[in-house]
């Protein structure tokens, strides 16, 4: 046994050494977040969106018990077909290496395995964060956590109501983690433009959000990543009614079904893709693509500043 079970994929690793804009991806979004078999046309899709904007797309996950950083389309295919794809966060990735596993990678394990690959930017759909009722059940996603000591910006459309909104924007900023909106003072709500709260920070573009990651790499004040809070288009976000239904009828169906841990956010948007007449769907896929595009435009951005 030698060596580090991660392996750079040659496109990836010559974009880094060259200096050009590289975005990570996640790879639990496709196998946990979308139903099969649209999920392998649409991470076909997200790759390009970041192609379109000038970077080069990573996306990780494990594989036979080696990570890979950027995957090929038979490789992208396995992690959306194969139903023993395990759903990985950091404290799975070193257990599942060593027992030869294959999996797919959340916020966390997908920033941190970004920033060992020497990645900066990096494009998911929402967060995780801080669960209703979590002063009693803790249920807190590592994500927050990772991303507060891991320098990697993380481009997302903020957080699902199912989850304590304000709660996670409290914990993101206890935790030191900057969050900036894009082009808008409100938090995101995933589904829904506008959360409700508001954000710290705004940027206008994709050079003032590259920016900020560069002068902060500079100070050294912290480790922290950055969120950058990239809202659907009002008129692109799900129907009000629609989406207050779903969100009471999925915690009711989790009370019900006594799901926890981390089987919560996959049944959930199972539920809500079987019940929204395609809706969640089709905004989930609309925002996904966005992030993408912004992740390239910012990582792009960086690599001419540096
Ligand atoms: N939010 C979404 N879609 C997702 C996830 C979150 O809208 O697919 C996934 C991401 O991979 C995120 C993970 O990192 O769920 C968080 O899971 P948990 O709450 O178990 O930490
Ligand atoms: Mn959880």
């Known amino acids: 046994m030698t060596g580090r079970p991660l392996v750079v994929h040659d496109e990836v690793r010559e974009a880094l050494e060259a200096g050009h804009g590289v975005v990570a991806l996640e790879s639990t979004i496709l196998a946990h ?44 295919e396995r992690i959306c077909t194969d139903p023993e ?11 599942a290496a060593a027992l030869g596993r294959t999996g797919a990678t959340t916020v966390a394990s997908t920033s941190a395995l970004a920033h060992l690959a020497g990645i900066r930017v990096f494009a998911t759909g929402g967060l995780g964060g801080v669960h209703r009722g979590a002063s009693e059940t803790f249920d807190v996603s590592a994500d927050l956590g990772v991303i507060a000591s891991t320098p990697v910006l993380v481009v997302c459309a903020g957080v ?38 508001e954000v710290p920070w705004r940027v206008e573009s994709p050079e003032e959000a590259a920016r900020v990651v560069v002068v902060r790499d500079r100070l050294g004040t912290d480790r922290a990543g950055v969120v950058l809070a990239n809202p659907l288009p009002a008129d692109r976000q799900v129907d009000r009614e629609l989406h207050d239904r779903l969100v009471a009828e999925g915690l009711a169906l989790l009370a019900r079904e006594g799901v926890h841990g981390k089987d919560v956010t996959p049944r959930l948007l199972e539920y809500f893709h079987e019940n929204s007449g395609g809706e969640s769907l089709r905004a989930n896929v609309e925002l996904v693509l966005s992030n993408a595009r912004l992740a390239g435009q910012v990582a792009a951005e960086i690599a001419r500043l540096s």
Do not use: C, M, W
């Not at 390009?48 to 038979?74: K, M, W, Y």
């Not at 794809?85 to 257990?95: E, I």
């Open 33 to 76: 977040g979308l139903p099969h078999p649209d999920n392998i046309a649409i991470a076909g899709q997200i790759e390009r969106a970041v192609r379109e904007s000038g970077s080069v797309p990573a996306t990780i996950a494990l594989l036979d018990g080696v990570v890979h950083v950027g995957l090929g389309a038979a490789e992208v």
């Open 85 to 95: 794809v395990a759903k990985l966060s950091v404290r799975d990735v070193g257990v």
């Open 160 to 197: 699902k109501s199912i989850l304590d909104v304000p709660g996670t924007l409290e914990t993101l900023e206890t935790l030191s983690v900057p969050v900036l909106g894009y082009r808008t003072d409100a938090f995101p709500g995933f589904y829904l433009s506008d959360s409700g709260h």
